[in-house]
């Protein structure tokens, strides 16, 4: 079952890679020292199980990093590569045990979350964005 969940993932993080670096290449796009310094820190931490969102949001919004409707689809986007990776080394490196549908599941939910969600955040309202993230980040801290 492991074998059957790790071949789409690795097939997903190269044709993911080759997207993002065609996508890069075409744009002269280059990640900051900073932004991979954020990357870094808060991807340690979702490994300690806080939550990366969160604190990349804060740090974006208070760094000023990208206008507030972009910070959605930039932190999927800038998160991905790392959590694929994490969930690579824990399964097959650590043998950390998980239940198949559980992460079937949650890889299904966020593949959807990222293909609906990111182009309805892009053209939605600025003050909309802010509030559905003001919510999410309150009920977070609850």
Not at 4 to 11: D, E, G, I, K, N
């Amino acid at each position: 079952m492991l074998i059957a969940l790790l071949v789409p993932l690795a097939l997903a993080v190269i044709i993911y890679g080759a997207m993002l670096t065609r996508a890069a290449i075409a744009a002269r796009a280059t990640p900051k020292v900073e932004a991979l310094v954020l990357g870094a820190v808060v991807n340690f931490f979702d490994t300690l199980g806080i939550g990366s969102f969160a604190t990349t949001t804060a740090w974006m919004k208070f760094r000023r990093m990208v206008p507030d409707r972009l910070i959605p689809p930039t932190m999927l986007v800038g998160l991905t590569p790392p959590a694929m990776a994490q969930s690579i080394i824990f399964l097959v490196l650590l043998g950390v045990l998980v239940d198949p549908v559980l992460l079937f599941g949650g890889a299904i939910a966020t593949l959807m979350g990222g293909l609906v969600g990111a182009p309805l955040v892009a053209r939605a309202r600025v003050w909309i964005v802010q509030m559905i993230v003001g919510i999410g980040l309150t009920l977070a801290a609850i």
